[in-house]
């Protein structure tokens, strides 16, 4: 090989200080067996993209990126959508392909499995992920139950409701009681909420039947997931957290808007923390353009803002495609580390997508860069990422190192005995039903029932909201209080789920508050 590309490659990624070993320089056909090309540790944070056509090795570029972040100390979360990735909790096999490889890349490779937990959504493969209604928030929930601006912003009405009358939505039968209070014995109340009417709020109504068709009661309510887990560091190794995503597969926007709501609460959450030696955690979107098809401009704002600010507090997230242009360019352009395997140009819009990914690298003096994308063989990538001074090196064609865990999914069997021994599948195992927004409406109908008949006149109006309101709001406030308390003195699940989303409710008005000024948008709380 032309000792002028090492020489150039050796220059271009740091020797030494912490960082992840990505693979050798390829040139010309040829691949030097020194494992040159590497992603700075402190740079981690600066987000990421694994791009290529399909079955050209972007899964295995996670795999082997996420094993290493853990080795290093850094928690992991990855969403498995096709199940190819659950080997990452086991040892993988020396066959002659990983051993060929790990000659042909000069990468001292060791066989080691990741301390692993599952979740899923269903609850069927890992622990049961779930978010109350309200930590959703009304952008969210519009774009799982794809509805359009209008009805989002009724939604968004309905939740403001909810929290003037201090009624908490923590599952969906809360926000179908409310719902249905409002198109039924509230209506009057609708009044002080131009643009809500008893026939938009019902169609909301309908929404939410499909809604739970889809089976969403299992993961919308309490205990809500604990974001902290995913931040889990086991004798020196992060956690990877896999979220198994094969059951809901055809539900993309469903697990999509789950994990921008992850990444949205984890941004609320964390502390600030500037320049880091290491990620608090790394988030791989696998599939990632499953988050933006379809997305609406507000919710590509979002996400747009999240992944901006998510970055000084030391989350770093990787999206993984098929192809750049999948990604926004407000979005892309904040992506420092980029591993793009080859991408296919078959027909003329493939070959502008390509030209205009080819001029998103730094020059080379080494590669014609369009020629390099589509010649790149399986597990090779052309490479840059960012120097811990922050600017881009030079690109280069280079051979992945294989991954030390299983290449592949973890057997039936063995997925079952991983998930029987996890505390945290059992923890989320069972939902709770707290007191909320459903009790609530249904004792205020009651109260309301019994007024008219006291008073004999059966067309009575309803109780006015300021009158309900704070006999509500007591309520609330007593089931927190008593919730804190006994979540305090007991440390069973079910009284620590409850203290959890008692301390969260004030940080839950907060991140919908954020989501709002995240959006521009008219918000009454702001940070
Ligand atoms: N770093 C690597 N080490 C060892 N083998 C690899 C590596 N990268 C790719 N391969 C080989 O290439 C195959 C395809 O890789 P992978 O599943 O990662 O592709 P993909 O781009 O994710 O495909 P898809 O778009 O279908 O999801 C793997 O099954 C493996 O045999
Ligand atoms: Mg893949």
Same mark, same amino acid.
């Given at each position: ?21 990505? *693979?050798?320089?390829?040139? +010309? *056909? +040829? ?15 600066? &987000? ?23 080795? #290093? ?68 929930? #519009? ?145 990632? &353009? ?45 992506? *420092? ?43 090779? #990538? ?35 005995? &991983? ?23 249904? #004792? ?31 309520? +609330? ?51």
């Amino acid at each position: 090989m032309d000792p002028k590309v090492l020489e150039a490659a050796r220059a271009a990624f740091p020797a030494s200080g912490p960082a992840l070993v990505l *693979g050798a320089v390829v040139h +010309e *056909g +040829e691949c030097d067996p020194e494992p040159i090309v590497r992603l700075p540790l402190a740079m981690a944070n600066r &987000h990421g993209l694994i791009a290529g056509a399909t079955g050209t090795g972007k899964t295995k570029t996670l795999q082997v990126l996420a094993e290493q972040f853990s080795a #290093a100390g850094v928690p992991v979360f990855l969403a498995d959508l096709k199940g190819d990735l659950s080997g990452i909790a086991v040892a993988g096999k020396a066959d002659d392909r990983v051993t060929q490889r790990a000659k042909d890349t000069g990468f001292a490779w060791k066989s080691a499995g990741c301390p692993t937990e599952f979740l899923s959504l269903t609850g069927s493969g890992g622990a049961q992920l779930r978010a109350t209604v309200s930590s959703f928030g009304p952008l969210l929930l #519009a774009r799982v139950m794809g509805l359009n601006d209008t009805q989002s912003s009724v939604l968004s009405l309905v939740f403001k409701y909810s929290d003037d009358k201090h009624l908490p939505l923590l599952d969906l039968a809360d926000l179908r009681a409310v719902l249905q209070y409002l198109s039924g014995d509230g209506a009057d109340e609708l009044k002080d909420y131009g643009g809500m009417s008893k026939a938009t709020v019902g169609v909301l109504l309908r929404e939410m039947v499909e809604l739970s068709q889809q089976g969403a009661d299992a993961f919308f309510g309490e205990p809500e997931f604990d974001l902290n887990d995913l931040l889990r560091v086991d004798a020196g190794r992060g956690i990877v957290s896999v979220l198994e995503l094969s059951d809901v597969q055809e539900k993309p926007a469903l697990f999509s808007t789950f994990m921008m709501w992850m990444l949205a609460r984890l941004y609320h959450d964390l502390p600030e923390v500037g320049d880091v030696d290491k990620p608090k955690l790394v988030f791989f979107f696998d599939e990632a &353009h499953l988050l933006f098809d379809d997305a609406s401009k507000a919710f590509l704002d979002q996400i747009e803002q999240v992944v901006r600010l998510i970055r000084s507090k030391g989350v770093g997230v990787y999206f993984v495609t098929q192809n750049p242009k999948d990604v926004p360019s407000t979005v892309l352009g904040q992506l *420092g580390h980029r591993v793009q395997h080859a991408l296919r140009a078959f027909t003329p819009d493939d070959d502008k997508a390509l030209q205009a990914a080819a001029r998103t690298y730094p020059k080379t003096p080494f590669y014609e860069v369009e020629k390099t994308l589509t010649s790149l063989g399986i597990g090779e #990538a052309f490479v840059t990422v960012l120097t811990p001074q922050g600017t881009p090196t030079m690109p280069f064609a280079t051979r992945m190192v294989p991954p030390g865990s299983r290449m592949g999914p973890l057997a039936a069997d063995e997925m079952r005995q &991983h998930l029987m021994v996890s505390d945290q599948v059992q923890h989320y195992a069972a939902a709770v039903d707290r007191e909320s927004a459903r009790e609530m409406l249904s #004792a205020r109908v009651a109260v309301s029932a019994q007024a008219s008949r006291d008073a004999a006149t059966p067309a009575a109006p309803p109780p006015a909201g300021g009158v309900a309101a704070p006999h509500a709001g007591g309520t +609330e406030a007593a089931i927190a209080g008593a919730a804190a308390v006994v979540g305090a003195a007991l440390s069973s699940p079910i009284a620590r789920a409850m203290a959890t989303s008692v301390a969260r409710s004030v940080g839950t008005q907060l991140a919908r508050g954020l989501m709002g000024a995240l959006l521009g948008g008219a918000t009454r709380r702001r940070r």
